[in-house]
């Protein structure tokens, strides 16, 4: 299966949990996501590293494209397999076209436009992180975006991989997947609501009755 899941989250005892499954490539993190741990940037990614063998993503925080390959290189000390997370925009291009030529693996965040996921695409990223939900809460479709991004990069034979972003829940991963995005990441209670069925829990129980019962 292509698909690639991911984890939203920095909270060590759900992404050790979520690993487990044995379904997730990684997990994705970013500067809300890291500030809720109130722990220091490095060590937290570090421990993020030690506790999956998937991709880590991380946001530059950096101001400008200079200090966002510098953060790039650095964040490759912290884990295996980092994505290094740049916000759209010329400093963000510019540093993913540097990054490109260095062989690190980028992701281009805060993606609202195909016009910018395709400037993005053209600058080498691996992938574009257009923001399902936050483009719905303005009362405009995400999943016509998404969905006209994943168009394009198709019609275009573009490598770049579509990853939607701020899903919201299990319908929206199923939409997303169903529009031919490449990856979804969404939080921890997500997932598992994924995972759930209230029919599944009556019929198991059903099944340990009847077992039971049967003094098996
Ligand atoms: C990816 O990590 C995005 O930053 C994240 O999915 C945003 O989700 P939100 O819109 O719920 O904050």
Not at 29 to 35: L, R
Not at 50 to 60: I, L, M, N, P, S
Not at 137 to 160: K, Q, Y
Request: with cysteine; net charge neutral.
């Amino acid at each position: 299966m292509n698909v690639e899941f991911y984890i939203d989250t920095a909270d060590l005892a759900q992404i050790r949990e979520a690993m487990s499954w044995g379904v997730l490539d990684g997990v994705t993190t970013n500067p809300s996501i890291v500030a809720r741990e109130k722990r220091g940037f490095e060590e937290l990614i570090r421990d993020i590293g030690r506790a999956t063998t998937g991709k880590v993503w991380c946001e530059a925080v950096g101001a400008n494209a200079d200090a966002m390959v510098e953060e790039a290189r650095a964040f490759r000390q912290w884990a295996d397999r980092v994505v290094v997370k740049l916000p759209m925009g010329a400093e963000g291009v510019k540093a993913a076209s540097r990054l490109a030529k260095e062989g690190i693996e980028t992701n281009m965040t805060l993606v609202y436009s195909v016009g910018q996921a395709v400037l993005a695409a053209k600058a080498g990223v691996q992938y574009v992180s257009p923001y399902l939900g936050r483009v719905d809460d303005v009362a405009w479709s995400g999943a016509e975006l998404i969905g006209g991004i994943a168009r394009t990069f198709s019609r275009l034979s573009l490598p770049t991989k579509v990853i939607a972003a701020s899903v919201r829940g299990p319908q929206q991963v199923l939409d997303m997947l169903n529009i031919g995005v490449h990856a979804v990441t969404t939080s921890y209670p997500v997932w598992a609501a994924m995972m759930k069925h209230p029919m599944t829990d009556i019929g198991l129980e059903g099944f340990m009755r009847d077992w039971k019962e049967a003094g098996l």
